[in-house]
């Protein structure tokens, strides 16, 4: 009877959780200092952007963008579903820079006072067939070795520091 109950018990325990996926530890290697950081916010803020202020009249542009978490999580899984059917090598996402025209629709922004800013976009990409990458370098075009996926979504919409924030001391 002992035996028999014991056989019930262990078909009727649940299953062991499940492990999550393991993460690569890849990007440790591209992790920088918050000294570095600063570094390139500073020359940023003394090179580019006093350009783009000038050019502006004195009014200083976007310094910062921000996604959540769950919007690049979800975002990233989306680009992965969609190459994994796809059946791409390889994927990656490339950051573009662009500006919003003062005109852009309001509902197409992140907040409707974000007109004339400049924002970025995420855009998947993918390596290259060699195919491709034989013909770009025979019309001497870019021999980047990654293209933009056209067929799956660019992600915009993000918050962006519009002045005053945009020339604060800290990278905030």
């Known amino acids: 009877f002992l035996a028999v109950f014991s056989l019930i ?10 492990p999550p996926p393991s993460v690569s530890d890849a990007y440790k290697s591209k992790l920088i200092s918050q000294e570095e950081a600063r570094v390139l916010f500073d020359e940023y803020s003394r090179t580019n952007n006093m350009i783009l202020t000038q050019a502006r009249n004195g009014n200083p542009d976007s310094r910062w963008y921000w996604f959540s978490l769950e919007e690049m999580e979800s975002y990233i899984q989306y680009v992965k579903a969609n190459a994994e059917k796809q059946n791409l090598k390889d994927v990656g996402i490339r950051i ?22 400049q924002t970025v976009f995420l855009m998947p990409t993918a390596k290259r067939s060699q195919d491709s990458l034989n013909n770009q370098q025979r019309r001497g075009g870019v021999t980047d070795e990654n293209e933009d996926i056209e067929n799956i979504q660019p992600m915009n919409m993000t918050n962006l520091s519009p002045p005053p924030n945009s020339m604060t001391n800290s990278m905030n």
């Open 9 to 18: 018990s262990i078909r009727c325990s649940p299953p062991p959780p499940t």
């Open 96 to 117: 573009y820079l662009g500006k919003y025209p003062e005109n852009h629709p309001k509902d197409r922004m992140a907040k409707p006072e974000f007109g004339g800013y």
